[in-house]
């Protein structure tokens, strides 16, 4: 591990300092801070990296608190809302009956969909139709790779899904909806994706001799013959992927940056593991190009997140 690396897992641990410590952090003459950030935003930041700080008083390597509420939406059959410093992401799944794909007939569907509220950022808010092409595309982006996790991690069994074989299963239709986009919106989106299907309860259908799923009989009536009934039960989450996204900044790296910082970034790497800590995804949008070591630092900085969430997520779930 790289020493700014290993300096970033020992920052992640508990060592921290805070932004008015940094000297020489306002403008140039005539200038306030506020003033300086805004019309030299890179100049501005080097004075704090050159410190090991951000302005947000964050160490180098140092995540967002983060927070997780399950059940956040009632009327769906599971929910979550993440939060990664302000960053704020809904998720909620809701099942329906449908029919499997072909060659699949034991597997039900699970179907994931990312929205960024154009209020969400300033970026969306823009009077042009080109501040609203580039949320979609962001939001696009980000369904995609969401998916493409689910499927590669077998983050549920599909096979849990299956009512009647070739003829029923259950569909989740996963919405994920961005609801205060400061940067990192792909791992907070992925950590909302998991709780809320690890939220989920399947509920009690009544299955006649044709495969035909309908609502369970009463209590005091009888079964016709031919139908059965199965009973509701909690999704079984499979494994849990995490994501983690650092940034190359005038040669520092910032782990998990804000949509201030994103703006500003020369490189970005995403990375996702699974339970087991294994690469499920590395993501460098742009075809940039990064060295190795960079790389390197980013996973074993990805490694002491995802421990951290990871517990965090068992907590929540236990409750």
Known sequence: LAPQAASASREMQGESGTAADVAGARGGEGLDASAFRAIYPRQFYE??????LRPDGRPLGRARPTSVALGAVSTANGSAHVKVGET??????KLEIGSPKLGKPNEGQVIVNFEQLPLSSPAGTGSSGQAAKLVEQTSQRISERLSNVLEACMVVNLEDLCVCAGK???VAY???????ANGGLFDAALLALVAALGNTSIPTVMVNAEGAVMPPPKADKPLKEGNKTMAG?????RSVPLGLTCGML???MLVDPNAEEEALLSVVIGVVLDADERIAETYVPGGQCISMQ?????IEVAKIRSRDV??????VMAT
């Open 88 to 93: 704020a992401v809904l998720a909620a799944v």
């Open 294 to 298: 960079h790389l390197q630092d980013c």
């Open 47 to 52: 004075r704090f990296l050159a410190e090991g």
């Open 174 to 180: 996963v919405d994920i909806c961005c609801l205060d």
């Open 310 to 315: 990871r517990k965090l997520l068992d907590q």
């Open 233 to 237: 039960r909690r999704l079984v989450i």
């Open 250 to 252: 005038s040669g520092y």
């Open 168 to 170: 029923s299963c259950w």
